[in-house]
C-alpha cells in the first residue's frame, strides 16, 4: 500500500498556511503571514480574513509545487476548524471543502491546540517524541493551557488562564512601553541585553494549575506610570531591563504551574508547544528545570511553534488512519475546546 499524501490548511489567525505530509515527514510547509496589522498594534479581524482569501491559493500552490507532488496524489485535506477567528478560520474551511469536493477525496477538521501538540510528533520536530503520558504547556497569543496527554487523541486539560493568555500579556506589555506587534518576540529579544531582576511584578496566587495573566498587565502599567512622572524617559532608559524582567515573571508564572502538575501526576515527560514555546527565557528555563527535576523535556523545531500547517497536516495524518472524516456540512467555529 503506498504511503498516504495529506494537505494540511491552516488560518486559525493571521498566517495563512500549507503543508505537505507523507506519513510523519513533512514534504512541504508554507506560510504566508500579514504585515498589514502592524499599523494597528493588533491583528484586525475583517482585514485578516480579506488577506486569509487573497493568499489561500498561492501558499497551497506553492506547498504542492515545493513537495513536488500534483493534486491528484492527495489522500485527504486537513484544515483548522477552530479555535480562532472565525472570518479567517471560514476562508480556510471554505477553500478545503471545496478543494476535497473537487478532487472527491476525504475532508478531515482538526482542532488547533491538539495541532500544536501533536507537532512533537512530525518526523524532525524533536531527535525523539514524547512518551505518554506527558504533561505538555501549550503557550500562544490565544491561549495557556497544562494539558495532559494520555494518547493522540485522549488528552485533558488540567488547567488554562482564566483571562489573558501569556502571548497576550506580552503584547498588551509591549504596547505599554511602545514597541511594536506582536511584541513577544521583541521582549525576547530586547531582555538578552537586560538585567531580569531588575523590576519586580506581581504574580498571581490561583489554586489548582489555571493561570492569569491580567494582573502582571496591570502591575507593569501602574509601575509604568508611577515612574513616567518621576521621569518621562523612564522606558527608553530602561527598556532592557523592562523586557528581560517583564519576560521573567511570566516565564516564572508559567514553570510554577507546570511543576505543580508534573509533581501532582508524578509525570517525568515534559513538553511545550505554540507560539511562545519559541521565547528562549521559556526554553532555557524548562531546560534547567528539567536537568534539576530529572524530566525528559521536549521543545518543538521553531517553524513548528507558532501557527502553521504542518501541525495540521500532522493530525490530519493520524485521523486519516483511523478513518475519521468529517462531511461537507461542517462549520467553523471559533470556540473549539480539545
Known amino acids: 500500500m503506498s504511503k498516504s499524501v495529506i494537505l494540511g490548511i491552516e488560518s486559525s489567525c493571521d498566517d495563512t498556511s500549507a ?29 485578516a480574513s480579506r488577506a486569509h482569501q487573497q493568499n489561500i491559493i498561492p501558499v497551497v500552490n506553492q506547498a504542492l509545487s515545493q513537495a513536488n507532488i500534483q493534486q491528484k496524489e492527495i489522500c485527504a485535506i486537513g484544515f483548522t476548524r477552530g479555535p480562532g477567528l472565525l472570518g479567517s ?9 471545496s478543494l476535497a469536493m473537487a478532487l472527491d477525496i476525504p475532508l478531515i477538521e482538526v482542532n488547533h491546540l491538539h495541532a500544536h501538540i501533536l507537532a512533537h510528533f512530525i518526523e524532525d520536530a524533536n531527535a525523539s517524541p514524547p512518551e505518554f503520558p506527558f504533561i505538555c504547556l501549550t503557550v500562544s497569543g490565544g491561549h495557556s493551557l497544562i494539558v495532559l496527554v494520555k494518547d493522540y487523541f485522549d488528552m485533558e486539560v488540567l488547567g488554562k488562564s482564566i483571562d489573558d493568555a501569556a502571548g497576550e500579556a506580552f503584547d498588551k506589555i509591549g504596547k505599554i512601553m511602545n514597541l511594536d506587534y506582536p511584541a513577544g518576540p521583541i521582549i ?4 538578552s541585553r537586560g538585567n531580569e531582576n531588575a523590576f519586580q511584578f506581581s504574580k498571581p496566587n490561583l489554586e489548582n494549575y489555571n493561570y492569569s495573566f491580567s494582573g502582571i498587565k496591570t502591575s507593569v502599567l501602574y509601575f509604568i506610570q508611577k515612574e513616567l512622572k518621576k521621569n518621562p524617559q523612564f522606558i527608553e532608559d530602561n527598556l532592557h531591563d ?22 501532582d ?4 515527560e515534559i513538553a511545550i508547544a505554540g507560539g511562545v514555546s519559541a521565547n528562549s527565557k521559556l526554553r532555557s528555563s524548562l531546560q534547567a528545570l528539567s536537568k534539576e527535576k530529572g524530566w525528559n523535556y521536549y521543545i518543538p523545531k521553531f517553524e513548528y511553534t507558532t501557527d502553521n500547517a504542518a501541525m495540521i497536516a500532522m493530525v490530519a495524518q493520524l485521523k486519516y488512519k483511523r478513518g475519521e472524516f468529517t462531511d461537507l456540512r461542517t462549520t467553523a467555529t471559533a ?3 480539545l
Not at 503543508?19 to 482585514?47: D, F, R
Not at 523592562?242 to 509533581?263: H, W, Y
Open 188 to 191: 525576547d529579544q530586547l531582555s
Open 242 to 263: 523592562l523586557c528581560a524582567s517583564v519576560q521573567k515573571s511570566i516565564v516564572d508564572i508559567l514553570l510554577k504551574k507546570l511543576q505543580k502538575a508534573a509533581d
Open 19 to 47: 503543508a505537505i505530509i507523507q506519513e510523519n515527514i513533512i514534504l512541504s510547509n508554507t506560510t504566508a503571514s500579514q504585515k498589514i496589522h502592524l499599523e494597528y498594534g493588533g491583528v484586525v479581524p475583517e482585514l
Open 89 to 97: 478560520l471560514l476562508v480556510g474551511t471554505s477553500f478545503a471543502k
Open 335 to 337: 470556540k473549539y475546546d
Open 265 to 268: 501526576y508524578k509525570i517525568k
